[in-house]
């Protein structure tokens, strides 16, 4: 019977780099599955590989007035008419912390607030416990603004999918309609945002 420093020789022996790394991932992946938490992990790293920039709506549609007639609320419970937000460029996103999608994308959603927190309304939305949602954010390090749903979104804004993130020009056209994760701090959604702070 073959000792495990043998069999470990005629392993490495038959395959190549390539194929002892595939095993190796392959393996840990396995074990990942078997244990909830790091499961989540994996899902969110793989998540984050596979991140895309985001395309432009092809048949823009455009808020009304009753479309910003809704209110949100800080972290604090400060309530926060929508309405306060009309005529500028909006980055409106719905998430939650138990969704690793949501999670993949913050990262880029941090870095473009990074950049353009000061030009554009960025309004990061979830509907759970202001508790949880803090101490997520002081988990993750996260600083771009946070609120809670406090109405009913509009029709318009509505969305079965998490994440949701849409971007809405100061004119109120919904130039990006986005379900899923997405590559946020992309070439193309910069010069977006460029285009429209240009104007």
């Known amino acids: 019977m ?7 020789k005629a392993y ?7 194929g002892i ?3 190796i991932v392959f393996v840990a ?12 992990e994996l899902i969110v790293g793989v998540k984050k590989l596979l991140l895309f920039q985001p395309g432009l709506e092809k048949n823009i549609e455009e808020l009304g007035e009753k479309d910003y007639n809704w209110s949100i609320q ?10 306060e937000f009309q005529g500028k460029t909006i980055f409106l996103n719905t998430w939650a912390t138990w969704c690793p999608h949501c999670i993949a994308e913050f990262p880029s959603i941090q870095r473009l607030y990074d950049v353009y927190g000061k030009d554009i309304e960025f309004v990061i939305l979830s509907n759970e416990n202001p508790s949880i949602v803090q101490a997520f954010l002081d ?14 979104m509009p029709v318009a804004l509505e969305s079965r999918s998490l994440p949701t993130t849409f971007i809405i020009s100061p004119k109120g056209e919904i130039l990006i309609n986005k379900k899923g994760s997405a590559k946020w701090d992309g070439d ?9 702070l240009s104007k």
Not at 188 to 196: E, G, N, P, Q
């Open 2 to 8: 073959k000792s495990i420093k043998e069999r470990i």
């Open 12 to 18: 490495t022996s038959k395959k190549s780099k390539f």
């Open 21 to 23: 790394a595939s095993d």
């Open 29 to 40: 992946i396995l074990i990942a599955l078997l244990f909830p938490t790091s499961r989540n």
């Open 74 to 83: 800080n972290l604090d419970g400060e309530i926060i008419p929508f309405s």
């Open 139 to 152: 988990k993750e390090g996260y600083d771009f603004p946070v609120y809670l749903t406090y109405d009913a």
């Open 188 to 196: 193309k959604v910069k010069a977006l945002i460029d285009d429209l």
